[in-house]
């Protein structure tokens, strides 16, 4: 089954139409380079000038020389409009995008993809930016546009908190508030989403959540990372076995039941708050057991009647009253005054 391309014309066919006009050894340094034979992964200078016994600098310059002369050719003049198609695809795609999204657009197939790469590079209307310690590789027809994009993502950026999680809506949302000055027509959510792409401190993580790249939240890396986000996610407190189970779902991690109760009982993010029930940290409840959430209630509220105790100590842990009874007459913890109130002992 042929490959549906959103491209109109065959690349290979454009690159071997302006590859006629380059002598044999420029030609084959041209396709080793962008990988445009049989073999698709592209060979180095190093490698190529091994093979010509020519210093890499040298392999440089043919490969400068190559694309300067195929530019002045008639050839490429012929080709104007595979260049404004390419041009245009860009454009409507967003005008910037990473290189990797790009490629994937046109084709899955590599050497489809290493052709288009190699029109991009001698076409004048590209410019490839390249990767750096904010940005993946990317291909521009717009450097003004590209400069306000990079701009708002830095912006974005210095916004977020270190571990703070957004819905992918609210983070597009957040991004377009930080756009100046650029057409509506590009204000729209696929375009944004290939734009955050751009950044290589920000991403998504597996549920589709965006945040910085650099937390635990966005890249996790063990199973209490993913524990966090599944109970998250959950919203109340949870069974360490349903935890478990989701765990493997969502994130096709295997997750033993034994080992996640482990984990969820060694990290502070998390709060034993019932027969294996767990709730986050962040949600508000009391650490400890029922005696601690008890002498904590007395703390905060001062001696009060066995009634209100149970009540306030039922909403940080699903117990059930007698457990809370037993824990209240005990006289090591807690003593009951004249006028029926309990305080610490």
């Known amino acids: 089954m042929t490959e549906k391309t959103p491209i109109t014309f065959k690349p290979k066919q454009v690159v071997k139409r302006l590859l006629s006009v380059l002598g044999d050894r420029s030609q084959d340094v041209i396709m080793s380079r962008f990988g445009l034979g049989n073999e698709t992964k592209r ?7 091994k093979k010509y016994k020519i210093t890499r600098e040298r392999v440089r310059q043919i490969e400068n020389y190559s694309i300067i002369n195929i530019r002045k050719s008639k050839e490429y ?17 967003g005008s910037t995008i990473s290189e990797e999204s790009l490629l994937k657009h046109v084709s899955k197939e590599k050497s489809i993809q290493n052709h288009i790469h190699f029109l991009m590079t001698v076409g004048e209307d590209f410019h490839r930016e390249k990767e750096d310690t904010e940005f993946k590789h990317r ?7 590209s400069k306000k994009i990079h701009s708002s993502l830095r912006t974005l950026y210095s916004t977020l908190s270190d571990d703070e999680i957004l819905l ?16 509506d027509k590009y204000k729209n959510e696929e375009i944004a989403k290939r734009w955050l792409n751009l950044s290589k401190l920000i991403d998504k993580n597996p549920l589709g959540e965006w945040g910085k790249t650099s937390s635990s939240n966005i890249n996790a890396k063990g199973m209490r990372d993913y524990a966090y986000l599944v109970i998250r996610r959950h919203g109340s407190p949870i069974h360490f076995r349903e935890v478990a189970k989701l765990i493997t ?32 940290s962040e949600w508000g409840y009391m650490s400890g057991v029922v005696k601690d959430v008890i002498r904590g209630v007395i703390e905060k509220g001062g001696p009060m009647a066995k009634d209100e105790i149970i009540k306030k100590v039922l909403k940080e842990r699903y117990v059930k009253e007698n457990t809370i009874m037993v824990n209240l007459q005990n006289p090591k913890y807690f003593k009951k005054g004249k006028d029926g109130k309990y305080s610490i002992a």
Request: proline share 1%.
């Open 43 to 49: 060979m180095t200078l190093e490698a190529i000038g």
């Open 139 to 145: 291909w521009t027809v717009d450097k003004e546009l």
């Open 77 to 93: 003049a012929k080709e104007k409009v595979v260049f404004d198609e390419i041009r245009n695809m860009i454009s409507d795609l």
């Open 168 to 183: 992918e809506s609210d983070m597009i949302e957040k991004f377009l508030g930080h756009l100046k000055d650029v057409s």
């Open 249 to 280: 779902e969502l994130f096709n991690k295997k997750a033993h039941v034994a080992t996640t109760h482990n984990e969820l009982i060694k990290d502070p993010r998390f709060v034993l708050v019932g027969r294996g029930l767990y709730a986050l």
